[in-house]
């Protein structure tokens, strides 16, 4: 299991390296998250760890979630998460473990997982970038439409159905989106922030998880070994 955290995006600033570049950065606020629980095989047939995150009043949770956290030592949390990972892996946690973003240290690329902001509705042009119909005489307020489809009547090429997965007008955003390799800029354990360089998926003050990069390009592979090395 890649080391994984909850948090919570702050929006977007900048940073100045020491040569005066600037890098756009995304403000991460990481944790305290708390293991919750450490599932087994011999218990529960599988093994994972289950974090928590985020205050949340009595009132606004249930019992059985206000008394399972109990167990754990913590007050109720409003996001609960369960990560799978080898018997080896849930023998590094224990119940009530708090987990912080100091905890990165000396990772450089990470993984990060969040809800892009939905849009509703939306034609072609805007939720696939077709270009649109000529606007040349004789088109008559039909720029916009995503024009012919009986081409791809059904996977056969005939029939009354669409062919499955044609580009058409739908809802637009509201997906889970995971964003690969982001760098780590700065780790700020003081205040439990994390910048990434560049955007992550959602809105400000939306939940996003952060893990280790699980899958590396080849420049920045290269990058992770130089540093080993060193």
Not at 174 to 181: E, G, K, L, P, V
């Amino acid at each position: 299991m890649a080391f994984t955290l909850l948090g919570t995006k702050l929006g977007m600033t900048r940073v100045y390296t020491p040569e005066g570049v600037s890098v756009p950065v995304t403000a991460i606020k990481l944790g305290p998250c708390v293991v919750t629980q450490v599932r087994t095989v011999e218990n529960d047939g599988y093994s994972a760890v289950q974090i928590g995150f985020g205050e949340i009043k009595p009132r606004r949770s249930t019992q059985p979630l206000i008394m399972h956290d109990a167990k754990a030592g913590t007050t109720p949390k409003r996001y609960h998460r369960e990560f799978r990972c080898t018997a080896e892996e849930a023998g590094n946690y224990t119940v009530g473990q708090t987990l912080t973003a100091k905890d990165f240290d000396g990772t450089m690329f990470v993984d990060v997982t969040g809800t892009s902001k939905g849009k509703g509705f939306q034609g072609t042009m805007k939720r696939h970038h077709f270009k649109g119909l000529c606007e040349s005489h004789g088109t008559e307020r039909k720029h916009r439409s995503p024009g012919s489809i009986g081409s791809l009547c059904s996977n056969r090429g005939f029939g009354g159905g669409l062919k499955k997965g044609k580009k058409m007008s739908g809802r637009m955003g509201n997906a889970r989106i995971t964003q690969r390799s982001l760098d780590i800029v700065r780790i700020l354990p003081e205040q439990d922030l994390i910048l990434v360089k560049g955007p992550v998926p959602g809105a400000a003050s939306g939940m996003l998880m952060v893990r280790s990069a699980t899958r590396l390009y080849k420049s920045k592979a290269k990058r992770v070994i130089a540093a080993a090395k060193k």
